[in-house]
């Protein structure tokens, strides 16, 4: 149905153990609605989608603050949609600590509160990284819904052109240097809308740490003597 191959759980992860910095870039992709059972196979549906980098499989979603809304989950794992396919983009010769640097400095430029179902969504992350990574884009059928829905924004519902969460992502240093996930609500209110799946992905609940934001890389000021 586009670029890239569809891979199975074996091509997941480094592409070759000896050669740690050698890693394969993957589109994983997931349904945001049953719909997508029979939409999919006319190339049109609404789909959430994450990129798989060295173990690791890296999104972004909604919230309501000026701090990253990138999230690290496990591959095919995230929570909240339905997973549908992988899809093999090239692989790239980075080592993770490389790659970290990257995402962290890429999240500066997606924060929670800028998120946009039609312009600025998971899908178009996702189109950012590969692109940096690989130079090559995502298939085209992934983001469709929305660079259709760009050309007649005015005529969609205010409820589908922004979305949000009320929760605050507050970030906790792990001893492998990883950030970990827990909410806070401003004012007290804990007040959450469930019915729209991103709202869901970074709302967890029961203590659910399956989600691990990115803290965005600190801007260093230079003072010019």
């Not at 980075?94 to 929670?112: D, K, P, T």
């Amino acid at each position: 149905m586009g670029a890239g191959e569809e891979v199975s759980s074996s091509s997941s992860g480094n592409q070759n153990g000896s050669h740690s910095d050698i890693t394969n870039v993957i589109l994983n992709v997931y349904d945001l609605t049953p719909i997508n059972n029979y939409s999919y196979w006319v190339g049109f549906g609404i789909f959430h989608s994450g990129i798989e980098v060295h173990g690791k499989e890296y999104g972004f979603g909604a919230h309501d603050f000026p701090i990253s809304g990138v999230f690290e989950v496990e591959p095919k794992s995230c929570p909240g949609f339905i997973y549908r396919c992988s899809i093999l983009l090239g692989c790239i010769n980075m080592s993770f600590s490389e790659f970290r640097a990257l995402i962290e400095s890429v999240a500066s430029e997606y924060h929670g509160d800028t998120y946009h179902l039609i312009s600025k969504n998971c899908n178009h992350f996702t189109e950012d990284i590969v692109h940096r990574l690989t130079g090559k884009h995502i298939p085209g059928w992934v983001n469709r819904l929305a660079r259709i829905g760009s050309l007649c924004s005015c005529l969609l519902p205010e409820s589908l052109q922004v979305t949000t969460v009320k929760q605050l992502p507050e970030y906790h240093e792990m001893e492998d240097g990883t950030e970990t996930l827990s909410t806070a609500s401003p004012g007290g209110s804990t007040e959450i809308d469930d019915t729209d799946p991103e709202k869901q992905l970074l709302s967890p609940k029961d203590g659910n740490s399956d989600i691990s934001f990115i803290k965005e890389a600190q801007m260093c000021e230079c003072k010019v003597p």
